[in-house]
């Protein structure tokens, strides 16, 4: 009986034909994955369980803790502390760096993650997700907050886990971006997306529209110009969902700069560099509308960036309107 490809047998495999792989990305991987279907238990029982709703505490954002972010953010802390493959973790949710405790061996890798991403969907069933990157670290007993200010260009992996109906991992090590199903009858995730290309132009366009007034009028002129195109509208509000079906049915997700917030929302080393490098090993681009994502240089571990990514043509048509003259826009 054919039981599928594991996501262990497939990184193993990936390994054999890369000279000088020690196997630590495999290890690093599996503990990544085992930690979200840790994460994912607790999401579908969430409703039953009294774990959904707010903790009181606000984060580094200014945003409200749900129990389940917390719960997250320790889980997958909890799962990697002990590996000895990574020296120092940092996420969405904590203020800091977290170095591995000096009773645990440190290893050569740091781990950036947003570990539950669209939370404030978490309440009301619908999809939400972990991601991931992975970076290497200049000095493992000493990690500094620099090991994280990277281009997101420097990732070595990056991926994300989305918890729905049927919970994908989807990952990049720059071969190609590869998705694995998890089938819950044997807790594996198996091999169900190889080679994942996004097609080249969009069907679908993704944006919260009810913020337009507070966009660059090319922005609004942009959006404008999309209607009426044959491509369709969908936006869930989890940017790890939205991104997911653009990149499987061709699409452009815009969270673009603002009136009042001219880097926009999304956080540039925990969302939009991990979703860069995915995209662009699918054949797609991420921009913020007037450069690569993967070549900004982020100054805090916490900063936010526009955020425009895609299907290539739509992108490239996103950075020529932004060029645009502003009184030649509507
Ligand atoms: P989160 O990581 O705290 O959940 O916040 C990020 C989320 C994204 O998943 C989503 O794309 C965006 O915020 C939605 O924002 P808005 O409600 O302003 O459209
Ligand atoms: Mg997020």
Redesign the pocket.
């Known amino acids: 009986m054919d039981i599928g490809t594991t996501l262990t047998r497939f990184l193993i495999e990936q390994q054999r034909h890369l000279p000088g792989a020690t196997g630590t990305f495999t290890a690093l991987l599996e503990e990544i994955a085992i930690a979200a279907k840790i994460v994912g238990r607790e999401v579908n029982k969430a409703g039953l369980a009294k774990t959904m709703g707010l903790t009181g505490r606000t984060n580094i954002?200014g945003?409200a803790v749900q129990a389940l972010?917390d719960f997250a953010n320790w889980t997958i802390i909890r799962a990697l502390d002990h590996t000895g493959l990574l020296a120092a973790m940092a996420s969405?949710e904590m203020e800091e760096v977290f170095p591995i405790p000096e009773h645990h061996p440190r290893g050569p890798y740091v781990l950036v993650f947003?570990p539950?991403?669209?939370?404030?969907?978490i309440d009301v069933n619908v999809s939400?997700g972990t991601i991931f990157s992975i970076y290497r670290c200049a000095d493992p007993e000493h990690p500094q907050v620099s090991d994280f200010l990277r281009r997101g260009r420097e990732q070595l992996c990056a991926g994300y886990v989305i918890d729905s109906y049927s919970p994908i991992l989807v990952y990049t090590t720059g071969s190609g971006v590869h998705g694995f199903t998890l089938d819950p009858t044997i807790g594996e995730f198996l091999l169900s997306h190889e080679d994942l290309q996004i097609p080249t132009q969009a069907t679908i366009y993704s944006v919260?529209e009810a913020?337009s007034p507070t966009w660059d009028p090319r922005v609004r002129g942009y959006v404008d110009g999309l209607k009426g195109t044959g491509r369709s509208a969908r936006?869930i509000?989890?940017?790890?969902a939205?991104f997911h079906r653009n990149l499987l049915k061709g699409g452009i997700?815009l969270?673009p700069a603002e009136v009042r917030a001219p880097n926009g929302?999304?956080?540039l080393v925990?969302?939009a560099n991990p979703l860069a490098f995915i995209i662009e090993q699918a054949g797609g681009s991420a921009s913020t509308g007037h450069t690569r994502i993967l070549d900004v240089r982020p100054e805090s571990l916490h900063e936010r960036v526009p955020l425009v990514i895609g299907s290539p043509q739509d992108v490239a048509e996103f950075e020529a309107a932004l060029r645009a003259p502003q009184e030649q826009q509507v």
Do not use: A, C, P, T
């Open positions: 954002h945003e972010d969405e947003d539950v991403d669209g939370s404030s969907n939400i919260n913020r936006y509000g989890s940017l790890v939205d997700f969270y929302k999304l956080r925990y969302e």
